[in-house]
Protein backbone atom coordinates (compact mmCIF):
# COMPACT_ATOMS: atom_id res chain seq x y z
CA UNK A 1 0.00 0.00 0.00
CA UNK A 2 2.65 2.35 0.84
CA UNK A 3 4.54 1.86 -2.29
CA UNK A 4 1.41 4.37 -4.25
CA UNK A 5 0.73 6.45 -1.08
CA UNK A 6 1.16 9.63 -2.42
CA UNK A 7 0.30 11.96 0.45
CA UNK A 8 3.33 14.17 1.83
CA UNK A 9 3.38 15.79 4.97
CA UNK A 10 4.21 19.47 4.54
CA UNK A 11 4.28 22.01 2.20
CA UNK A 12 8.46 21.96 2.06
CA UNK A 13 8.26 18.17 1.22
CA UNK A 14 5.44 18.68 -1.54
CA UNK A 15 7.37 21.28 -3.72
CA UNK A 16 11.02 19.64 -2.30
CA UNK A 17 13.50 19.60 -5.68
CA UNK A 18 12.72 22.98 -7.15
CA UNK A 19 15.35 24.97 -8.43
CA UNK A 20 16.25 28.32 -10.11
CA UNK A 21 15.49 27.98 -13.37
CA UNK A 22 12.67 25.57 -13.75
CA UNK A 23 9.80 25.08 -15.76
CA UNK A 24 6.69 25.35 -13.75
CA UNK A 25 3.47 24.21 -15.21
CA UNK A 26 0.37 25.37 -13.31
CA UNK A 27 -3.36 24.87 -13.51
CA UNK A 28 -6.09 27.25 -12.84
CA UNK A 29 -8.35 29.66 -14.49
CA UNK A 30 -8.26 32.97 -13.40
CA UNK A 31 -8.20 32.27 -9.45
CA UNK A 32 -10.42 29.31 -10.38
CA UNK A 33 -8.71 25.53 -9.54
CA UNK A 34 -5.48 27.30 -8.80
CA UNK A 35 -2.83 25.59 -6.69
CA UNK A 36 -2.61 28.71 -4.02
CA UNK A 37 -1.00 26.86 -1.40
CA UNK A 38 1.63 25.40 -3.56
CA UNK A 39 2.48 28.78 -5.52
CA UNK A 40 2.28 30.56 -1.65
CA UNK A 41 5.34 27.74 -0.76
CA UNK A 42 7.30 28.73 -3.99
CA UNK A 43 7.56 32.11 -3.02
CA UNK A 44 8.38 31.51 0.27
CA UNK A 45 10.91 29.20 -0.78
CA UNK A 46 11.94 32.10 -3.15
CA UNK A 47 13.02 30.32 -6.27
CA UNK A 48 13.73 32.57 -9.22
CA UNK A 49 14.56 32.56 -13.26
CA UNK A 50 11.00 30.40 -13.56
CA UNK A 51 9.44 29.83 -16.52
CA UNK A 52 5.85 29.53 -15.47
CA UNK A 53 3.31 27.89 -17.80
CA UNK A 54 -0.72 28.42 -17.34
CA UNK A 55 -3.39 30.12 -18.47
CA UNK A 56 -2.88 33.69 -16.48
CA UNK A 57 -0.73 34.83 -14.12
CA UNK A 58 -3.30 35.22 -10.96
CA UNK A 59 -4.00 38.55 -9.91
CA UNK A 60 -1.11 41.44 -8.25
CA UNK A 61 -1.30 40.22 -4.96
CA UNK A 62 -3.01 36.50 -4.95
CA UNK A 63 -1.78 33.43 -7.02
CA UNK A 64 1.09 33.55 -9.56
CA UNK A 65 0.68 37.69 -9.20
CA UNK A 66 3.03 36.83 -5.97
CA UNK A 67 5.47 35.41 -7.84
CA UNK A 68 5.86 37.99 -10.42
CA UNK A 69 5.78 40.51 -7.64
CA UNK A 70 8.47 39.01 -5.90
CA UNK A 71 10.33 38.86 -9.29
CA UNK A 72 10.76 35.31 -9.50
CA UNK A 73 9.95 34.43 -13.17
CA UNK A 74 11.88 34.88 -16.00
CA UNK A 75 9.18 33.97 -18.39
CA UNK A 76 5.54 33.24 -18.42
CA UNK A 77 3.57 31.22 -21.42
CA UNK A 78 -0.08 32.36 -20.81
CA UNK A 79 -2.65 33.25 -23.24
CA UNK A 80 -4.05 36.35 -21.08
CA UNK A 81 -2.59 38.67 -18.44
CA UNK A 82 -5.78 41.00 -18.60
CA UNK A 83 -6.03 41.79 -14.93
CA UNK A 84 -2.62 41.86 -14.09
CA UNK A 85 -1.87 45.20 -13.89
CA UNK A 86 2.25 43.83 -12.50
CA UNK A 87 2.32 41.78 -15.70
CA UNK A 88 1.55 44.46 -18.12
CA UNK A 89 4.00 46.59 -17.01
CA UNK A 90 7.08 44.15 -16.77
CA UNK A 91 5.70 43.06 -20.09
CA UNK A 92 5.99 46.43 -21.48
CA UNK A 93 9.35 47.06 -19.78
CA UNK A 94 10.65 43.99 -21.19
CA UNK A 95 11.68 42.49 -17.98
CA UNK A 96 9.83 39.56 -18.04
CA UNK A 97 9.56 37.04 -21.03
CA UNK A 98 6.03 36.56 -22.44
CA UNK A 99 5.24 34.12 -24.88
CA UNK A 100 1.55 34.56 -25.37
CA UNK A 101 0.17 31.37 -26.81
CA UNK A 102 -3.37 30.73 -28.04
CA UNK A 103 -5.50 28.99 -25.05
CA UNK A 104 -6.57 25.88 -27.11
CA UNK A 105 -2.94 25.67 -28.08
CA UNK A 106 -1.53 26.00 -24.58
CA UNK A 107 -3.96 23.35 -23.14
CA UNK A 108 -3.16 21.05 -26.15
CA UNK A 109 0.56 21.89 -26.16
CA UNK A 110 -0.18 20.39 -22.22
CA UNK A 111 -1.92 17.64 -23.01
CA UNK A 112 0.78 16.60 -25.90
CA UNK A 113 3.36 17.06 -23.66
CA UNK A 114 1.71 14.20 -21.05
CA UNK A 115 0.95 12.17 -23.89
CA UNK A 116 4.43 11.66 -25.85
CA UNK A 117 3.13 13.78 -28.57
CA UNK A 118 6.24 16.17 -29.13
CA UNK A 119 4.45 18.64 -31.61
CA UNK A 120 0.98 19.13 -33.34
CA UNK A 121 -0.58 21.18 -36.62
CA UNK A 122 -3.12 23.59 -35.45
CA UNK A 123 -4.86 26.10 -37.67
CA UNK A 124 -5.15 28.74 -34.41
CA UNK A 125 -2.56 31.46 -35.10
CA UNK A 126 -1.56 30.79 -38.74
CA UNK A 127 -0.90 33.96 -40.17
CA UNK A 128 -0.20 35.78 -36.77
CA UNK A 129 2.19 36.45 -34.82
CA UNK A 130 1.76 33.28 -32.81
CA UNK A 131 2.62 31.54 -36.53
CA UNK A 132 5.74 33.14 -37.27
CA UNK A 133 8.71 30.96 -37.94
CA UNK A 134 6.64 27.97 -37.34
CA UNK A 135 6.19 25.50 -39.96
CA UNK A 136 3.08 25.36 -41.73
CA UNK A 137 1.37 22.69 -43.90
CA UNK A 138 -1.75 22.35 -45.71
CA UNK A 139 -4.42 19.57 -45.05
CA UNK A 140 -7.01 19.77 -47.20
CA UNK A 141 -6.95 23.69 -48.66
CA UNK A 142 -6.30 24.76 -45.22
CA UNK A 143 -3.20 25.78 -43.64
CA UNK A 144 -1.69 24.77 -39.70
CA UNK A 145 1.09 26.06 -38.15
CA UNK A 146 3.21 23.27 -36.24
CA UNK A 147 3.00 23.94 -32.53
CA UNK A 148 5.40 21.84 -29.74
CA UNK A 149 4.58 20.31 -26.70
CA UNK A 150 5.00 22.05 -23.45
CA UNK A 151 6.28 19.42 -20.57
CA UNK A 152 7.65 20.91 -17.10
CA UNK A 153 10.20 19.95 -13.92
CA UNK A 154 7.14 20.27 -11.89
CA UNK A 155 3.28 20.80 -12.39
CA UNK A 156 1.32 21.98 -9.91
CA UNK A 157 -2.58 21.24 -9.75
CA UNK A 158 -5.62 21.91 -7.71
CA UNK A 159 -8.22 19.59 -7.90
CA UNK A 160 -11.27 18.98 -5.03
CA UNK A 161 -11.04 15.44 -3.89
CA UNK A 162 -7.67 12.98 -4.18
CA UNK A 163 -7.25 9.78 -2.45
CA UNK A 164 -4.04 8.70 -1.34
CA UNK A 165 -2.99 6.69 -4.44
CA UNK A 166 -3.23 10.40 -6.24
CA UNK A 167 -6.47 9.80 -8.01
CA UNK A 168 -8.02 13.31 -8.67
CA UNK A 169 -11.76 14.56 -8.76
CA UNK A 170 -11.85 18.09 -9.91
CA UNK A 171 -14.98 20.18 -8.80
CA UNK A 172 -16.93 22.64 -11.40
CA UNK A 173 -15.08 24.87 -13.75
CA UNK A 174 -12.43 24.76 -10.95
CA UNK A 175 -11.18 21.77 -13.41
CA UNK A 176 -9.98 24.00 -16.16
CA UNK A 177 -6.19 23.23 -16.91
CA UNK A 178 -5.25 20.92 -13.96
CA UNK A 179 -5.61 17.49 -15.76
CA UNK A 180 -3.74 18.47 -18.50
CA UNK A 181 -1.06 19.79 -16.36
CA UNK A 182 -1.00 16.90 -13.91
CA UNK A 183 -0.20 14.72 -16.88
CA UNK A 184 3.26 16.99 -18.02
CA UNK A 185 4.88 17.61 -15.11
CA UNK A 186 8.17 15.43 -14.23
CA UNK A 187 7.14 15.44 -10.69
CA UNK A 188 3.19 16.59 -10.25
CA UNK A 189 2.17 17.78 -7.35
CA UNK A 190 -1.70 17.94 -6.01
CA UNK A 191 -3.41 20.29 -3.67
CA UNK A 192 -6.36 19.02 -2.68
CA UNK A 193 -9.61 20.13 -0.37
CA UNK A 194 -10.18 16.28 0.95
CA UNK A 195 -7.84 13.52 1.15
CA UNK A 196 -9.66 10.22 0.94
CA UNK A 197 -9.14 6.49 1.10
CA UNK A 198 -8.51 4.54 -2.32
CA UNK A 199 -11.58 2.80 -2.95
CA UNK A 200 -13.96 5.77 -1.56
CA UNK A 201 -14.09 7.74 -5.15
CA UNK A 202 -15.85 5.82 -7.61
CA UNK A 203 -13.19 4.82 -10.41
CA UNK A 204 -15.63 6.02 -13.51
CA UNK A 205 -15.41 9.45 -12.14
CA UNK A 206 -12.05 10.20 -11.91
CA UNK A 207 -10.65 12.66 -13.47
CA UNK A 208 -7.23 12.44 -13.13
CA UNK A 209 -5.96 8.59 -12.25
CA UNK A 210 -3.16 8.62 -9.91
CA UNK A 211 -0.39 7.08 -12.39
CA UNK A 212 0.09 11.13 -13.01
CA UNK A 213 0.03 12.58 -9.68
CA UNK A 214 3.91 12.47 -7.96
CA UNK A 215 2.73 14.03 -4.46
CA UNK A 216 -0.25 14.94 -2.78
CA UNK A 217 -1.04 17.64 -0.03
CA UNK A 218 -4.00 18.76 1.88
CA UNK A 219 -4.18 22.20 1.41
CA UNK A 220 -6.72 24.93 3.07
CA UNK A 221 -8.06 26.98 0.20
CA UNK A 222 -9.00 30.58 0.57
CA UNK A 223 -10.88 30.63 -3.16
CA UNK A 224 -10.86 34.39 -3.86
CA UNK A 225 -13.03 34.98 -6.46
CA UNK A 226 -12.18 37.52 -9.26
CA UNK A 227 -15.27 38.85 -9.69
CA UNK A 228 -18.50 38.31 -7.83
CA UNK A 229 -21.54 38.86 -10.24
CA UNK A 230 -25.02 37.77 -9.01
CA UNK A 231 -28.57 38.32 -9.95
CA UNK A 232 -31.40 38.99 -6.95
CA UNK A 233 -33.86 35.84 -6.50
CA UNK B 1 -28.10 57.68 -33.38
CA UNK B 2 -26.14 54.80 -33.03
CA UNK B 3 -27.42 51.74 -31.78
CA UNK B 4 -26.82 50.79 -28.37
CA UNK B 5 -24.95 47.58 -27.20
CA UNK B 6 -28.31 45.87 -26.22
CA UNK B 7 -29.77 47.05 -29.73
CA UNK B 8 -26.29 45.17 -31.44
CA UNK B 9 -27.09 42.40 -29.09
CA UNK B 10 -30.68 41.71 -30.32
CA UNK B 11 -29.30 42.02 -34.19
CA UNK B 12 -26.91 39.15 -33.48
CA UNK B 13 -29.49 37.22 -31.47
CA UNK B 14 -31.46 37.33 -34.73
CA UNK B 15 -29.41 34.61 -36.23
CA UNK B 16 -29.89 32.10 -33.12
CA UNK B 17 -31.41 29.19 -34.27
CA UNK B 18 -32.95 26.35 -31.94
CA UNK B 19 -30.86 23.74 -30.85
CA UNK B 20 -27.37 25.40 -31.13
CA UNK B 21 -24.08 25.88 -29.44
CA UNK B 22 -22.73 29.44 -29.12
CA UNK B 23 -19.81 30.81 -27.63
CA UNK B 24 -19.80 34.24 -26.44
CA UNK B 25 -16.98 36.64 -26.03
CA UNK B 26 -16.30 39.49 -23.46
CA UNK B 27 -18.34 42.60 -23.96
CA UNK B 28 -21.47 43.87 -26.47
CA UNK B 29 -21.69 39.52 -27.07
CA UNK B 30 -21.96 38.59 -23.53
CA UNK B 31 -25.70 40.76 -23.99
CA UNK B 32 -26.76 38.58 -26.08
CA UNK B 33 -27.62 35.77 -24.08
CA UNK B 34 -30.33 38.16 -23.22
CA UNK B 35 -31.95 37.95 -26.21
CA UNK B 36 -32.81 34.42 -26.57
CA UNK B 37 -36.50 34.24 -28.05
CA UNK B 38 -38.46 32.57 -25.66
CA UNK B 39 -39.49 29.73 -27.81
CA UNK B 40 -36.26 28.52 -28.70
CA UNK B 41 -32.89 26.52 -26.83
CA UNK B 42 -29.66 27.96 -27.37
CA UNK B 43 -26.98 26.59 -25.08
CA UNK B 44 -24.14 28.56 -24.59
CA UNK B 45 -20.11 27.39 -23.84
CA UNK B 46 -17.46 29.37 -21.99
CA UNK B 47 -13.94 28.16 -22.70
CA UNK B 48 -13.07 27.42 -19.43
CA UNK B 49 -14.96 24.28 -19.78
CA UNK B 50 -18.46 25.05 -18.84
CA UNK B 51 -21.28 23.74 -22.11
CA UNK B 52 -25.13 25.26 -20.93
CA UNK B 53 -24.14 28.25 -19.39
CA UNK B 54 -26.82 29.40 -16.78
CA UNK B 55 -27.94 33.08 -15.24
CA UNK B 56 -25.24 34.61 -13.12
CA UNK B 57 -25.94 33.23 -9.07
CA UNK B 58 -27.92 34.38 -6.57
CA UNK B 59 -25.88 35.47 -3.63
CA UNK B 60 -26.53 31.94 -1.69
CA UNK B 61 -25.50 30.18 -5.03
CA UNK B 62 -21.80 31.84 -5.44
CA UNK B 63 -19.50 29.13 -5.47
CA UNK B 64 -15.75 30.33 -6.65
CA UNK B 65 -15.50 27.11 -8.75
CA UNK B 66 -18.43 28.17 -10.52
CA UNK B 67 -17.26 30.64 -13.11
CA UNK B 68 -17.23 31.50 -16.54
CA UNK B 69 -14.78 32.71 -19.33
CA UNK B 70 -14.74 36.44 -18.05
CA UNK B 71 -13.89 34.93 -14.88
CA UNK B 72 -17.36 36.00 -13.41
CA UNK B 73 -19.51 33.79 -11.05
CA UNK B 74 -21.92 32.05 -13.37
CA UNK B 75 -24.40 28.88 -13.17
CA UNK B 76 -24.85 25.96 -14.64
CA UNK B 77 -28.08 25.04 -16.59
CA UNK B 78 -29.71 21.71 -16.17
CA UNK B 79 -28.78 19.43 -18.86
CA UNK B 80 -24.85 21.32 -19.30
CA UNK B 81 -21.55 19.86 -18.74
CA UNK B 82 -18.41 20.54 -17.36
CA UNK B 83 -15.29 19.27 -18.89
CA UNK B 84 -11.24 20.02 -18.88
CA UNK B 85 -9.50 23.32 -21.13
CA UNK B 86 -8.21 20.71 -23.56
CA UNK B 87 -11.93 19.32 -24.33
CA UNK B 88 -13.48 22.47 -24.31
CA UNK B 89 -11.06 23.78 -27.11
CA UNK B 90 -11.62 20.37 -29.15
CA UNK B 91 -15.26 21.54 -29.22
CA UNK B 92 -13.95 25.05 -30.62
CA UNK B 93 -11.01 23.72 -32.06
CA UNK B 94 -13.32 20.87 -34.40
CA UNK B 95 -15.50 22.93 -35.57
CA UNK B 96 -18.51 22.11 -33.09
CA UNK B 97 -19.65 25.46 -32.47
CA UNK B 98 -22.51 26.52 -34.22
CA UNK B 99 -22.05 30.43 -33.46
CA UNK B 100 -19.18 32.52 -32.45
CA UNK B 101 -19.51 36.40 -31.22
CA UNK B 102 -16.93 37.82 -30.34
CA UNK B 103 -15.30 41.48 -30.48
CA UNK B 104 -12.78 43.69 -32.15
CA UNK B 105 -10.52 46.50 -32.67
CA UNK B 106 -10.33 46.08 -36.47
CA UNK B 107 -12.16 44.00 -38.99
CA UNK B 108 -10.17 43.97 -42.78
CA UNK B 109 -11.67 43.27 -46.03
CA UNK B 110 -9.81 40.14 -46.25
CA UNK B 111 -11.69 38.54 -42.86
CA UNK B 112 -8.68 39.50 -40.88
CA UNK B 113 -9.34 40.52 -37.52
CA UNK B 114 -7.28 41.70 -34.61
CA UNK B 115 -8.47 41.97 -31.24
CA UNK B 116 -5.70 41.32 -29.09
CA UNK B 117 -3.25 43.36 -28.72
CA UNK B 118 -2.47 47.18 -29.04
CA UNK B 119 1.26 47.39 -29.06
CA UNK B 120 2.92 49.18 -26.53
CA UNK B 121 0.00 50.00 -25.24
CA UNK B 122 -2.46 47.56 -24.69
CA UNK B 123 -1.60 43.58 -23.52
CA UNK B 124 -3.91 41.67 -22.84
CA UNK B 125 -3.02 38.49 -24.64
CA UNK B 126 -5.39 36.38 -27.19
CA UNK B 127 -6.87 34.09 -24.45
CA UNK B 128 -9.37 31.36 -26.71
CA UNK B 129 -10.13 34.29 -29.38
CA UNK B 130 -7.91 33.08 -32.21
CA UNK B 131 -8.59 29.52 -31.68
CA UNK B 132 -12.76 30.36 -32.18
CA UNK B 133 -11.83 32.63 -35.00
CA UNK B 134 -9.68 29.67 -36.46
CA UNK B 135 -12.02 26.99 -35.70
CA UNK B 136 -15.56 28.62 -36.23
CA UNK B 137 -17.57 28.11 -39.17
CA UNK B 138 -20.21 31.18 -38.10
CA UNK B 139 -18.71 34.29 -36.83
CA UNK B 140 -20.18 37.41 -36.07
CA UNK B 141 -18.15 40.67 -35.12
CA UNK B 142 -19.41 43.05 -32.34
CA UNK B 143 -17.74 46.59 -32.61
CA UNK B 144 -17.90 50.23 -32.80
CA UNK B 145 -17.62 51.19 -36.52
CA UNK B 146 -15.11 53.61 -35.45
CA UNK B 147 -12.87 54.22 -32.37
CA UNK B 148 -14.09 56.98 -30.22
CA UNK B 149 -11.96 59.49 -32.24
CA UNK B 150 -13.17 58.72 -34.69
CA UNK B 151 -11.05 56.27 -36.68
CA UNK B 152 -12.58 53.92 -38.96
CA UNK B 153 -12.61 49.73 -37.58
CA UNK B 154 -13.69 48.45 -40.72
CA UNK B 155 -10.21 48.95 -42.97
CA UNK B 156 -8.53 48.02 -46.26
CA UNK B 157 -5.87 46.00 -44.01
CA UNK B 158 -6.04 45.92 -40.30
CA UNK B 159 -2.96 47.93 -38.83
CA UNK B 160 -3.01 45.92 -35.28
CA UNK B 161 -1.61 42.22 -34.63
CA UNK B 162 -3.93 39.78 -36.14
CA UNK B 163 -5.73 37.18 -34.44
CA UNK B 164 -7.03 35.23 -37.73
CA UNK B 165 -6.76 35.81 -41.06
CA UNK B 166 -9.53 35.33 -43.88
CA UNK B 167 -12.14 34.29 -41.26
CA UNK B 168 -15.08 36.67 -40.91
CA UNK B 169 -17.73 37.28 -42.74
CA UNK B 170 -19.90 38.73 -40.94
CA UNK B 171 -20.08 42.21 -38.60
CA UNK B 172 -22.20 44.38 -36.69
CA UNK B 173 -21.61 47.89 -35.54
CA UNK B 174 -23.52 50.40 -34.09
CA UNK B 175 -24.10 51.94 -37.41
CA UNK B 176 -24.86 48.46 -39.63
CA UNK B 177 -24.51 44.85 -40.23
CA UNK B 178 -22.05 44.29 -43.05
CA UNK B 179 -20.96 40.93 -44.76
CA UNK B 180 -17.47 40.61 -46.78
CA UNK B 181 -17.20 39.21 -50.15
CA UNK B 182 -14.59 39.24 -52.50
CA UNK B 183 -12.27 41.80 -50.77
CA UNK B 184 -15.17 44.23 -50.11
CA UNK B 185 -17.82 45.05 -46.96
CA UNK B 186 -21.50 44.93 -48.51
CA UNK B 187 -23.98 47.11 -46.48
CA UNK B 188 -26.65 44.87 -45.78
CA UNK B 189 -28.21 46.66 -43.04
CA UNK B 190 -28.05 50.31 -41.72
CA UNK B 191 -28.83 51.28 -38.37
CA UNK B 192 -32.13 53.34 -38.25
CA UNK B 193 -31.42 57.27 -38.40
CA UNK B 194 -27.77 56.59 -39.25
CA UNK B 195 -27.67 57.40 -43.31
CA UNK B 196 -25.33 55.61 -46.07
CA UNK B 197 -23.44 58.42 -46.42
CA UNK B 198 -22.63 58.31 -42.83
CA UNK B 199 -21.56 54.64 -43.15
CA UNK B 200 -19.52 55.40 -45.95
CA UNK B 201 -17.48 58.39 -44.18
CA UNK B 202 -16.68 56.36 -41.37
CA UNK B 203 -16.04 52.81 -43.34
CA UNK B 204 -12.40 52.76 -44.89
CA UNK B 205 -12.27 49.43 -46.61
CA UNK B 206 -13.68 49.18 -49.70
CA UNK B 207 -17.80 49.45 -49.29
CA UNK B 208 -20.27 48.27 -51.86
CA UNK B 209 -24.07 49.35 -51.31
CA UNK B 210 -26.52 47.20 -52.93
CA UNK B 211 -29.74 49.33 -54.51
CA UNK B 212 -31.72 48.03 -51.15
CA UNK B 213 -30.08 48.51 -47.89
CA UNK B 214 -32.42 47.45 -45.22
CA UNK B 215 -33.04 49.33 -42.27
CA UNK B 216 -32.06 47.08 -38.87
CA UNK B 217 -35.25 45.64 -36.89
CA UNK B 218 -33.92 45.64 -33.53
Not at chain 1, 71 to 99: C, H, L
Not at chain 2, 132 to 141: E, H, K, P
Not at chain 2, 161 to 184: F, H, M, R, S
Request: proline share 4%; aromatic share 6%; with cysteine.
Amino acid sequence: MAGFDKVVPSLNEAMAGIENGMTIIAGGFGLCGIPENLIAEIQRVGTHSLTVVSNNCGVDDFGLGLLLKNQQIKKIIASYVGENRTFEQQMIAGTIDVELTPQGTLAEKMRAGGAGIPAFFTATGYGTAVGEGKEIREYNGKNYILEEAITGDFAIVKAWKGDRYGNLVYRHTAQNFNPMAATAGRITVAEVEEIVEPGELDPTQIHTPGIYVDRLIQGNAEKRIEQRLTRTA
Amino acid sequence: MPLTREQMARRVAQELKDGSYVNLGIGIPTLVANCVPDNMDVMFQSENGLLGVGPYPTEEEVDADMINAGKATVTAIAGSSIVSSADSFAMIRGGHIDLTVLGAFQVDVMGNIASYMIPGKKVKGMGGAMDLVAGANNIFVTMTHASASGQSKLLAECTLPLTGVGCIKKIVTDLAYLEIQDKKFILRERAADTSIDEIIALTEGELIVPEVVKVMDV
